[in-house]
């Protein structure tokens, strides 16, 4: 019985392919190519970005790394690791104010979400957050205690 051997270099085979050509350990890699998690997938086309939704990403991003760097990439709210940039009112509600630095904080994402949608009063440092929340907008202010309590 002959031992089978790899037909690019005639070292001993370590695998075969659907001919039942074999391959030695180094050049494996031609049956790896044909089996189908191996193939390449297509790949989607990248979504344009427009120059204004440009600006807008460029400076949530050098706010972002400016709260960063001032709280040591910890959230405000429970000084765990900060990943988030939270808007004290919200982006929709006040165009003029998704830029400025004064309505941003960073945190972390339980927080954020606690802070956006659930039981904030449970979350610490609240209080200069409302603070600053009444001194940038006081109809919001008194929006968001109704109907957040």
């Known amino acids: 019985m ?8 005639s070292g001993d085979a370590f695998t075969s392919n659907k001919e039942g050509e074999y391959y030695c350990y180094y050049h494996r890699w031609h049956v790896y190519k044909e089996r189908r998690w191996a193939k390449k997938k297509p790949q989607k086309p990248i979504k344009r970005v427009s120059d204004k939704q440009k600006k807008v990403n460029r400076s949530k991003f050098t706010i972002k790394q ?3 760097k001032l709280n040591n990439r910890r959230c405000f709210f429970c000084g765990g690791r900060a990943v988030d ?3 004290i009112i919200r982006q929709g509600d006040t165009a003029s104010l998704r830029d400025e630095e004064e309505n941003c904080l960073v945190g972390c994402r339980g927080c954020h979400t606690i802070f956006d949608e659930g039981d904030f009063m449970t979350l610490n440092n609240i209080e200069k957050v409302l603070e600053r929340m009444k001194k940038l907008d006081e109809k919001y202010y008194n929006r968001f205690i109704n109907r957040k309590s």
Not at 2 to 9: D, E, G, L, R
């Open 2 to 9: 002959s031992a089978k051997k790899c037909i690019i270099c």
């Open 85 to 87: 940039l939270v808007h």
């Open 66 to 68: 400016k709260l960063m």
